[in-house]
């Protein structure tokens, strides 16, 4: 929302001269281009691994299955993290609002490969050992070394998606939401051990165990740049501080932001900020919002 008041505290932030801001569709492009490279390298080790006329039986069919599922959601779920990691370059080029849109386009691929891994493997396995699902799944969680926290990442991970469903989004308190959103965090070091423990691709050093530790380096460093570095960095290097808080409204309030060199933030009138302030009960929340049209503001506007 935008502020309305005439005057602004000095030293504040002032937006330019309206215009508009254009993301990149050169990004978009090569975004999707590392997409599907990194997609096909998620399954090189598969590919490499699987011999001709080595996938004969039933149950080598369904085992060939679920590891190959369990390689994509694997790799779904690390995209979906550094889609939201908040990295300045991917915001950038894509958008923010796109950026989301992906993210959650990519939640239902992640909750069906996700469960037609675990399935698969299973019947898999089921198939090989002559005996019932439900039998399998008892000697794969006594027998098997971290799937017991891989089961519970799973269950932890289809709950997270469910939850993600509009409708029962909608249902639960935002905070409610985003706190189990983030055990997806946990669900990630939970399933993470399983996969070179157990994965016929990944437990033996070579090219496979490799890719994915690159994968796994590249999720961790986009998370830690993203959502800590960059922003502590951002916030010592302006000394950003609130100034002043106007009610426009019963729902509206508009906020002015006073800092050091402001003028290197190159703020544009339209463009979309995420506001964290860090006092008593606050912290925790980004606040989405856009900065005014006209050059009259610090801040922006929040709900």
């Known amino acids: 929302m935008t502020a309305s008041r005439q005057q602004r505290p000095a030293g504040s932030l002032a937006a330019p001269a309206a215009r508009p801001v254009e993301h990149n569709s050169a990004g978009r492009f090569l975004l999707r281009t590392l997409f599907w490279g990194g997609f096909a390298l998620a399954l090189l080790p598969w590919w490499l691994g699987t011999k001709a006329g080595t996938i004969d039986t039933t149950a080598e069919i ?41 993210h959650r386009e990519l939640g239902g691929s992640v909750l069906i490969t996700i469960l037609a891994h675990a399935s698969l493997i299973t019947v898999g396995y089921a198939y090989a050992d002559r005996v019932g699902f439900v039998s399998e799944i008892g000697t794969i969680l006594a027998e098997y070394e971290d799937m017991v926290t891989a089961f519970l990442a799973a269950g932890m991970l289809v709950c997270i998606g469910l939850l993600s469903i509009r409708g029962l989004r909608r249902a639960l308190p935002y905070e409610l939401w985003y706190f189990l959103h983030l055990t997806a965090y946990l669900a990630l070091l939970l399933g993470f051990a399983h996969q070179f423990s157990n994965g016929q691709e990944l437990f033996k050093p070579g090219l496979g165990r490799t ?41 509206m309030v508009s906020i002015y932001i006073t800092g050091n060199r402001l003028h290197d933030l190159d703020a544009q009138a339209g463009q979309f900020f995420r506001w964290r302030f860090l006092s008593r009960g606050l912290w925790w929340q980004a606040h989405p919002s856009r900065c005014p049209p006209r050059p009259t503001a610090a801040g922006c506007g929040s709900p």
Not at 63 to 89: H, N
Not at 219 to 239: D, E, F, K, Q, Y
């Open 62 to 102: 369904f085992q060939s299955a679920g590891r190959v599922t369990g390689l994509i959601a694997g790799y779904l779920l690390l995209v979906q993290v550094i889609l939201m990691s908040r990295v300045a370059v991917l915001e950038r080029w894509i958008g923010a609002r796109h950026l989301g849109l992906w």
């Open 211 to 251: 890719l994915w530790i690159g994968f796994y380096a590249v999720m961790i460093c986009a998370v830690v740049w993203g959502r800590i570095v960059a922003p502590l960095t951002l916030n010592l290097r302006h000394r950003l501080r609130v100034a002043d808080v106007v009610a426009e409204g019963p729902d």
